[in-house]
């Protein structure tokens, strides 16, 4: 196929239509740098939606996966490996955790995490001891379990019957779960800042709150880390300066950098539940992905690095308050790390589109976080030049959209 004629219109042509993508397609990378079809030059704010940290084509990633591509690709789980035994020991080594359980998305490193509650809890208790409790705005996934556990009415419609057995509270809402909590309840499972429901951070009481509520009631605390973790916030995981250890954590996104990979972590104690048969992942901890993502979880891990990306979302403040002190356009700048929401003012809700498109008009990447918040989700390694450059472009865009209302 002539390359030349693949166009947008393609996509309506050939792809089933649940994706909405962008006009323009990026066919090339390089740091925090994008160029399109008809060499357009973009500074890339978004990072596959927290997945690209270390940037586009990273040459330590580069040389690890050429040298990996030449030795061993895939054998399944009839064999182990040695990335996916290297990369599980550095993991095990550097979080709370005793077993690793690979897979190769957020979504199945949940749907085991829900599953993993469950059967702890009947090999531990009872069977009916299967009650999962997650948080209203939260987002775990597209599976139909893991969209169930979400709790977003928006992304069930149609998808009836749902997996029974799971209640929703609101988030940071320490009250409301203890009302809702109960001997019936496996699992209690929540994000430390809700991506998707418009980077909302947890407030540290209420997490703590809520391990003691699951120590009380024999319930496991699940964190899904898949956005938070790996550096996005400044710590290699989002719970480790929040005063909690979780029971099972599940990692994705930025573990591979772009290459595939997720993991659900856990103890020792409850991992003997996932015995032997009772789970698995064709793809899940091949050499591949392991060898990758063992590379950029060592570069990710070192202290220099997670302490820039502390300083660098000063900087994003600093400039989305210069645009704010212009234009009145937010009513918040909120999240932690690179992991950035800047929340619309009323007259402009519901037009977060409007300025996604404005921004790639002049050569900048975003995300939204539902209708009302622009999302940033950067490279950890941006260089600041960078950043200020992207912000120029978003304050045109910005300028653009309200002179010509």
């Known amino acids: 196929m002539n390359k030349s004629r693949l166009t947008r219109q393609t996509f309506n042509e050939i792809m089933v239509p649940n994706y909405a993508p962008q006009a323009m397609i990026p066919v090339r990378g390089e740091g925090s740098r994008i160029w399109d079809q008809s060499g357009n030059e973009y500074i890339d704010f978004a990072g596959g939606i927290a997945v690209n940290a270390l940037g586009h084509c990273h040459p330590e990633l580069l040389k690890i996966l050429k040298d990996q591509s030449e030795k061993l690709w895939h054998l399944s789980n009839v064999y182990t490996n040695e990335p996916a035994l290297a990369f599980a020991q550095k993991m095990v080594s550097l979080t709370f955790a005793d077993k690793i359980y690979f897979c190769n998305s957020g979504a199945e ?3 085991a995490a829900f599953k993993l509650a469950r059967k702890y809890a009947y090999d531990k208790f009872s069977s009916e001891k299967n009650e999962i409790i997650a948080f209203q705005d939260a987002f775990h996934g597209r599976s139909l379990f893991t969209v169930t556990v979400g709790g977003q009415a928006k992304y069930q419609t149609g998808f009836a019957p749902l997996p029974s057995g ?3 509270v ?9 009302a809702t909590i109960s001997n019936k309840t496996c699992a209690v499972v929540l994000e430390i800042i809700q991506g998707e429901g418009g980077v909302i951070t947890a407030d540290p009481t209420f997490l703590q709150g809520a391990q003691q509520l699951c120590q009380q009631y024999d319930a496991l605390l699940i964190v899904d880390e898949i956005q938070t973790g790996v550096g996005r916030t400044g710590q290699l995981y989002a719970y480790m300066d929040n005063g909690i250890i979780p029971d099972i954590m599940t990692s994705a996104k930025a573990l591979g950098c772009g290459f595939p990979v997720a993991a659900m972590l856990t103890t020792h104690h409850i991992a003997n539940s996932l015995s032997f048969g009772t789970h698995g992942s064709t793809y899940g901890g091949n050499p591949l992905a392991c060898a990758v993502a063992l590379e950029a979880f060592s570069i990710i ?3 220099q690095l997670l302490t820039n990306v502390s300083r660098k979302y000063n900087l994003f403040r ?13 009513s918040d700048i909120r999240g932690k790390g690179l992991l950035i929401g800047a929340e619309l003012n009323q007259p402009w809700h519901g037009m977060a ?5 404005a921004a790639e008009t002049e050569g900048l990447m975003l995300l939204m976080a539902g209708p009302n918040v ?26 653009n959209i ?4």
Do not use: W
């Open 374 to 399: 622009l999302r940033m989700t950067p490279s950890l390694i941006i260089p600041d030049d960078d950043i200020q450059v992207g912000m120029k472009k978003l304050e045109r865009a910005v300028a």
């Open 301 to 303: 891990s070192e202290s």
């Open 170 to 178: 609101p988030f940071n809402d320490l009250k409301a779960l203890k």
């Open 353 to 357: 589109n409007k300025f996604i498109a």
């Open 109 to 111: 490193a949940n749907e």
């Open 402 to 405: 309200i002179h010509r209302r």
């Open 318 to 330: 600093e400039c989305l308050a210069h645009i704010n002190k212009k234009y009145n356009l937010f």
């Open 166 to 168: 799971v209640r929703h």
